[in-house]
Structure formats: C-alpha cells, structure tokens
C-alpha cells in the first residue's frame, strides 16, 4: 500500500513540475530558447557567453532551480530575469525539457 502512495505521489509531483503545453506553445518555447537563450549559451546550447545547457551540464541541477534562475537571472553576471516575459509554467518546461535535451 505504501509503495503505491509513494508512486502516486511521484506521478502526481511530475505533472505539477512540467506543464503541458499546445503544440504552437511549445514551438514558440524552442524558438525564444534557441534564439534568445542561444545568444549568449550558445546557438546549439553548448556554451559562449554563458555556461552550457546541455543534460551532461545539467545533470546535477533540479528543474525547479533552474526555472528560478530563469525567472530571476543572476545577479552580478549577464543572465537577465525573464519573470514578466515568460511564466513560471513556461520556464519550467524549458528547465525540464533543458535536463532532457532541448528540442531543434
């Protein structure tokens, strides 16, 4: 009984950290993403200006930090908050989708 909880509550937590979106909403994500992000990280998320974002170089971030980071930026660095531009829900899925390896 308490294994199926447990499993409940993990399916239950995962729909709540990646939302989903339309088809034309998740297009417009990948081309503010590889455009705006692409940048400064680099067109195909390896590096320039900031850090890479590719799964190896996420690996050991949560989604969640990540999607704060780009809510809010850094400060002190050039990586901009994009809170008011973009939703959490949005940079959530670009955090998660970030870790799983970004669509072209």
Do not use: N, Y
């Amino acid at each position: 009984m308490m294994r199926s909880l447990e499993l409940a509550l993990i399916a239950t937590l995962s729909c709540a950290i990646t939302p989903a979106f339309s088809a034309d909403r998740s297009r417009e994500l990948t081309a503010l993403v590889r455009e705006d992000c692409g940048s400064c990280h680099g067109m195909t998320l390896k590096g320039g200006l900031g850090a890479p974002l590719t799964p190896h170089d996420l690996a050991e971030k949560d989604a969640m930090s990540l999607a704060a980071i780009i809510l809010d930026g850094v400060p002190g660095t050039p990586m901009p908050p994009w809170r008011g531009l973009i939703s959490e829900a949005d940079a959530r899925w670009i955090a998660e989708k970030l870790k799983q390896g970004f669509p072209q």
